[in-house]
Each structure stands twice: as structure tokens, then as C-alpha cells.
């Protein structure tokens, strides 16, 4: 199965490259970035050794039409998609904070919740929910984003303003937008039948001062979703909620030994088994997306990539 799992282009003004967990960014003369989506696999901040097919293309792809469906309320670093697995924005400074926002009581919640824990990041929850119920408002619970594959952190608000981390200032549009974004990803999701249960956004500043959305927005890797027919019933009945995530994988590693701790290898991936994974991602995309998924041909993804970028590079 042909994946990109790694990169190393050499393109046109090229200053540096730098290897995320899913993402390669490359600084074009400190004016652009260029995100190259891989078909990386990360789950409990550990990159599993086999590339998904298709998984690069359809995390660029979402990440790009939730840009522009949101772009008339909050501005974001997007220039161009020259390629399906390629983002081209403006280098920003990015906060080195990540915006949590959670709509139900799931995930890392849930867990804090179910450990007799009624404060996460400085937000009091109240009291009387069970997992999957819905927060009376949605609540903001940040996490500092960590470097060289540490584990992001929970921080309250009143840590980062404190330790300098973001101003008040900055911090109030970030907020302001965080909840303009969610408002908006519930809205697109109620229209596919689906309820956008939490998610993270990232924001940076561009050279001239201006705060905006980067990075990935609403995809199946940065969300969680419910279905939204049957929510009810099941949380009447104590049942899981049916989702749309990458906790599917999650779990499959959590049966097979695996989650992230020391001493633990990461499970084999049968060819089979990846090739379930893929369709899982291409369920997600045609549910979040609400259309067909167009696959990218994938005979020579590397040679595709580098001559759409440079084509864009050289004409623009």
C-alpha cells in the first residue's frame, strides 16, 4: 500500500524543515509555510510504524473546507491547496497554547469527572453528569502545547496569563474565536447528522500583529463526534455513543497492551487491519465533509507533491 510517511523536499527558498507528529512543515524564506500532511499515524503521542492510505489527504482536505466555511469569522493562515495532501498559509508565531473546547462531558473530561475531579483548568463542572452528557455551556479548558514529543498539559486561564504565557489582550480574541469556531463546527455538524462533542484549535500571529487560526481544524483527529440520531436513547439506556474519531484506534491499541507507556511496543498492524483504518478515515471524511471522497493518485505520492509545490512556488 503506497503511503508518505516521511519527506525531505528541497524547494524553491527553502529555509528549514520541521518533522511534526503527522505534519511537515517547510519554511519558504520566512514568509510561507508549506504543510505537508503524511499518512502518519499518531495515537497517545506515539507515531505508529505504518503509514494509513489516504489518511494524509483527508486530514488536509477537511482542514481545508472547515478553513474556508469559517473564514467569515475568524481569519486563518490558508493561501493554497495545491495538492491534496499540501497546505500553503503564512508563517505565523504561533501561541504556544492549545484551545480546548468541550460541548459533553468525554474523553479526558470524562476521566477527570469520573476521578471525583469538578475542576479542569481552573473551570468548575457541575455537578450531577454522567459521561457523553452535554455541558450546560461549553467550557474552555487549555493545554500547553509541549515540545519533542512530551505530553500537552493541562493549564487554566489564569496560569497562562499569569506566567506570561499569552497577554490578556491576546488571550480574550483567542477565547472570542474558540467559542465563534465551535458555534460554528456544531452548526456544520447538526446539518450531517452529527454533534461536534470537543476539539482544539491553534492560533498564531502574523507578521503584521493579526491573530489567526493554523494548523488543523474539525478533523476527526483534532475532534471528537457523536452521532447525533440515537444520542439520546443511548445516554437514557447507559450505552456508548457512537463516534466519529480516531478513539476506534485508541481503542484497538488499548486491547492489544498498548497506550503509550514506558516499556510497552507498539502493536503490529496487519495489512488487513490498516486497510479497515483507511476506510474508517474515509467514513469520517464523507460524514464531517458531506460528500464523496475523491482518492488522490497515490502511484508516486512524493514526485506528486514536489512538482505541485513547485509549480505553485515558481508561478506565484
Known sequence: MNTITTTNFNFPNQKSIYHG??????????????MVATDRLSAFDVVMSKGIPYKGQILNQIATKFMELTQDIVPNWLIATPDPNVAIGHLCDPFKVEMVIRGYVSGHAAREYAAGKRMLCGVTMPE???????????????????????????????????????SEEDYLVLEKYTRALFQRGTEIAASRGLILVDTKYEFGK??????????????PDSSRYFYANGYQERQNNGEEQKQLSKEFVRRWLIENGFQGKEG???????????QTVSDRYIELFENIIGEKFIKADISDINSRIEKNVVDYLTKN
Open 206 to 219: 502574523t507578521k503584521d500583529g493579526k491573530i489567526v487560526l493554523i494548523d488543523e481544524i474539525h478533523t
Open 128 to 166: 450531577g453528569l454522567k459521561e457523553n452528557d452535554q455541558f450546560p455551556t461549553p467550557i474552555i479548558t487549555p493545554s500547553t502545547k509541549a515540545d519533542n514529543g512530551e505530553h500537552d498539559e493541562d493549564i487554566s486561564r489564569e496560569d497562562i496569563l499569569s506566567k506570561g504565557i499569552v
Open 21 to 34: 507528529k503527522v505534519r511537515e512543515v517547510y519554511n519558504i524564506n520566512d514568509e510561507l509555510l508549506v
Open 264 to 274: 510497552q511496543a507498539i502493536p503490529n498492524m496487519s495489512d488487513e487491519y490498516i
